[in-house]
């Protein structure tokens, strides 16, 4: 019985293969993700768009990204920039915060009894 010599390897095989659901239609996807992944596309959503959360954890992620050391020095510059824009933007949903704790205290200095005073109740 002789065998039959092994088929090479075609890419066109593969298409009697069933195609895996598209990206939209995968469950596994993070719907979060910004850009396609076209070329020239830019992929970072505007900083002054961003919420505290998503600034914070993009530019953690520059960190990484930079502490790697893996890019050349133009592509550097360009997620160092993007850091510092992030922090800023981190900086100024912070001081916001601030702004409102102190804004509640202050008004809720007026409401309360003063230190040592019996309570009405």
Request: charge should be negative; proline fraction near 9%; hydrophobic fraction near 30%.
């Amino acid at each position: 019985m002789a065998r039959s010599p092994r088929q090479p390897w075609r890419p066109d095989r593969l298409t009697d293969r069933p195609h895996p659901r598209s990206i939209q239609e995968r469950d596994d996807v993070n719907s979060d993700a910004v850009g396609t992944g076209q070329p020239k596309e830019n992929a970072f959503p505007p900083v002054a768009e961003l919420n505290y959360e998503a600034a914070r954890d993009e530019l953690v992620e520059i960190v990484k990204i930079l502490e790697h050391g893996q890019m050349p020095l133009d592509e550097s510059l360009r997620f160092w920039e993007r850091g510092e824009a992030l922090a800023r933007r981190c900086e100024e949903h912070l001081d916001g915060a601030r702004n409102r704790v102190e804004a509640i205290l202050r008004s809720g200095d007026a409401d309360a009894p003063a230190e040592g005073a019996p309570d009405s109740e």
